[in-house]
């Protein structure tokens, strides 16, 4: 249960955000579902309370702030601008009894395009000193690195593409690189499939197979026989390559270690030089700000299972000698999503959030 020393604590850390020249602003509780739920993270997707609304159609109770402040600030906000809240959010629970369904988030948002390095440092280190009594422990990420490198891959657009769609998701995208890689074998019914498709057409086959059963017309079935047909006749991709993915994934050092090896990866990759320019210059905003490199655990793949709008810098602060919370606060970067509701319009973004009801238990 939110308490009402929770909320206290909240309107203490509002406060601090808005004397760091944030604007406070509301959303509502209730959201529409529909195609905004498809914006954040298979786990939110999953826990979302949603509901039908007779005239609205589908809703739900507001899984997180940070979605409808970027539908507000994109239809009509200044530029630059720093935003902050406070509220509940709403997350079902299915395996864990004791979390929360309902808890405080106290957020700050930045649109500013002049420079992601320093806002990202601002936004790290205001959340890190509103939590500096309880030393939190950070730790980073860097979403920018893994999307430049699957945008660097030599290999077809549809494979790159198929790739970035499930950055987010550890698992698919797994399987994925493994065969695109040629390192698993195509199942025997495929393989005669394709092997028919070779002399036949797509078409015929599919008029052959019988009456259609599933939700998908002649023409996605179609579709979907030729983009299977094209991808055999893809070459696998190179090792070093996908040697170059495995290293991200794997990484895990001081932020101040991170750079040399990414550098070395990029001469595989070229593409990776931006993203790491971008890392580079991040470290130096947030040295600037006091937090040395090497006291900064990175991982560049952190932050992907999180939230799907996550397309750069990640963090978290957790309570130190209580791996069993949450993390206390949690944010990232996602400039992409700006574009994604912003009609024709986008401005780079970062944020995070504090969650005000974890700190009560701590000493
Ligand atoms: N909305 C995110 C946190 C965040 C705010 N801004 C960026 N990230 C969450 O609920 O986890």
Redesign the pocket.
Same mark, same amino acid.
């Given at each position: 249960m939110i308490t009402a020393e929770d909320r206290a604590r909240a309107a203490d850390l509002l406060a601090a955000f808005v004397a760091a020249g944030a604007t406070r602003v509301e959303t509502e509780l209730l959201q529409p579902a529909g195609t905004l739920l498809d914006l954040y993270g298979e786990d939110i997707r999953a826990r979302a309370f949603t509901t039908q609304d007779p005239l609205a159609g589908e809703a739900m109770l507001r899984?997180?702030? /940070?979605v409808p402040v970027v539908q507000a600030h994109m239809s009509g906000g200044a530029d630059p601008a720093r935003y902050c809240y406070m509220g509940e &959010?709403f997350r079902r629970q299915e395996i864990d009894e004791g979390r929360p369904r309902e808890y405080l988030?106290v957020?700050y948002?930045v649109f500013d395009r002049a420079d992601p390095a320093a806002t990202d440092a601002e936004v790290f280190d205001l959340l890190h000193r509103a939590l500096a009594p309880w030393d939190p422990i950070p730790a980073l990420g860097d979403l920018g690195l893994l999307i430049a490198a699957v945008d660097g891959l030599t290999t077809s657009d549809k494979r790159r593409a198929a790739l970035r769609r499930h950055i987010w998701r550890p698992v698919r995208f797994r399987r994925l690189m493994e065969r695109f890689a040629g390192q698993t074998t195509t199942p025997a019914k495929r393989a005669a499939l394709l092997a028919r498709l070779a002399t036949e057409d797509a078409a015929a086959l599919i008029d052959a197979a019988g009456p259609a059963v599933g939700l998908r017309d002649g023409e996605e079935i179609a579709a979907r026989l030729a983009a299977l047909a094209e991808d055999v006749t893809t070459p696998p991709l190179s090792r070093t390559e996908a040697e170059v993915i495995d290293a991200l994934l794997g990484m895990e050092t001081p932020l101040s270690h991170a750079l040399s090896p990414i550098r070395d990866l990029a001469v595989d990759l070229p593409g990776l030089d931006v993203a790491a320019d971008r890392l580079e210059a991040r470290a130096e905003a947030l040295d600037r700000r006091g937090h040395a490199p090497h006291t900064l655990p990175f991982a560049p793949a952190r932050g992907r299972s999180?939230?799907e709008y *996550?397309d750069g810098f990640t963090f978290t602060l957790s309570a130190r000698g209580r791996p069993d919370l949450p993390a206390l606060a /949690? =944010? =990232?970067r *996602?400039d992409a999503l700006t574009a994604v509701l912003g009609q024709g319009r986008s401005i780079p973004a970062? =944020? =995070? &959030?504090i969650r005000p009801g974890l700190l009560g238990g701590l000493t």
């Amino acid at each position: 249960m939110i308490t009402a020393e929770d909320r206290a604590r909240a309107a203490d850390l509002l406060a601090a955000f808005v004397a760091a020249g944030a604007t406070r602003v509301e959303t509502e509780l209730l959201q529409p579902a529909g195609t905004l739920l498809d914006l954040y993270g298979e786990d939110i997707r999953a826990r979302a309370f949603t509901t039908q609304d007779p005239l609205a159609g589908e809703a739900m109770l507001r899984p997180d702030f /940070t979605v409808p402040v970027v539908q507000a600030h994109m239809s009509g906000g200044a530029d630059p601008a720093r935003y902050c809240y406070m509220g509940e &959010v709403f997350r079902r629970q299915e395996i864990d009894e004791g979390r929360p369904r309902e808890y405080l988030q106290v957020g700050y948002e930045v649109f500013d395009r002049a420079d992601p390095a320093a806002t990202d440092a601002e936004v790290f280190d205001l959340l890190h000193r509103a939590l500096a009594p309880w030393d939190p422990i950070p730790a980073l990420g860097d979403l920018g690195l893994l999307i430049a490198a699957v945008d660097g891959l030599t290999t077809s657009d549809k494979r790159r593409a198929a790739l970035r769609r499930h950055i987010w998701r550890p698992v698919r995208f797994r399987r994925l690189m493994e065969r695109f890689a040629g390192q698993t074998t195509t199942p025997a019914k495929r393989a005669a499939l394709l092997a028919r498709l070779a002399t036949e057409d797509a078409a015929a086959l599919i008029d052959a197979a019988g009456p259609a059963v599933g939700l998908r017309d002649g023409e996605e079935i179609a579709a979907r026989l030729a983009a299977l047909a094209e991808d055999v006749t893809t070459p696998p991709l190179s090792r070093t390559e996908a040697e170059v993915i495995d290293a991200l994934l794997g990484m895990e050092t001081p932020l101040s270690h991170a750079l040399s090896p990414i550098r070395d990866l990029a001469v595989d990759l070229p593409g990776l030089d931006v993203a790491a320019d971008r890392l580079e210059a991040r470290a130096e905003a947030l040295d600037r700000r006091g937090h040395a490199p090497h006291t900064l655990p990175f991982a560049p793949a952190r932050g992907r299972s999180a939230m799907e709008y *996550y397309d750069g810098f990640t963090f978290t602060l957790s309570a130190r000698g209580r791996p069993d919370l949450p993390a206390l606060a /949690t =944010g =990232g970067r *996602y400039d992409a999503l700006t574009a994604v509701l912003g009609q024709g319009r986008s401005i780079p973004a970062v =944020g =995070g &959030v504090i969650r005000p009801g974890l700190l009560g238990g701590l000493t």
